[in-house]
């Protein structure tokens, strides 16, 4: 059976037996350390090392996100920002070797689930992704229940994180005639 078989979406959720957590982390020691951690709690884990790779594994969903901040060429909060266009409801993760206020307001302002300091110890770790991962499908089922109810705004602008992507998915598409007026 292929990955893709495996994966198969109904709500734009895998329904793998085990949750998918995508890790981006570029250390070559605490990816793996980071993996097996994960692993051995049975989670589907998909490593990979920076976010361009991160954005190429999430054509197939995932149902939480752990990034590293201080990734080459994209950081952590950038792969955030591209995730919350597509996808509001997965819980990011963010770990850093480097905690700043800048970047704590940043991640909590691009929506992150948890703002985390390296090295992670391995309960924190799981702790954290079950608690994501829980957060992460009760948010989608608000949002279905809302979209088959016809209450509220299904589409995420409810939320923060929803207004900001949404907002700035208008201005990407905006068009200015620049004629002259006489």
């Known amino acids: 059976m292929s990955r893709t078989d495996e994966h198969k979406k109904t709500d734009d959720r895998p329904t793998s037996p085990n949750p998918r957590v995508l890790l981006v982390e570029d250390d070559d020691v605490l990816r ?6 994960l692993r051995k709690a049975n989670f589907d884990v998909v490593a990979v090392g920076d976010v361009k790779a991160a954005l190429r594994e999430i054509a197939v969903p995932v149902e939480v996100i752990v990034s590293d901040i201080g990734l ?3 950081s952590g909060i950038d792969l955030l920002k591209k ?15 480097e905690p700043s206020v800048e970047t704590a307001a940043s991640a909590v302002e691009q929506g992150a689930f948890l703002y985390l300091s ?4 391995p309960e924190k770790l799981l702790g954290a992704v079950r608690r994501a991962l829980a957060t992460g499908r009760l948010g989608a089922l608000k949002r279905e229940a809302m979209r088959l109810s016809g209450e509220g705004n299904a589409e995420g602008t409810a939320d923060k994180a929803g207004l900001q992507s949404r ?7 905006l068009w200015i005639d620049r004629k002259s007026v006489v």
């Open 32 to 37: 793996p350390a980071y993996e097996r951690i």
């Open 72 to 74: 080459p060429g994209l």
């Open 83 to 97: 995730v919350r266009a597509t996808d509001l409801d997965v819980p990011v993760i963010l770990i850093t070797g």
């Open 118 to 121: 390296k090295p992670v110890a």
């Open 167 to 173: 907002f700035q998915n208008a201005i990407d598409r």
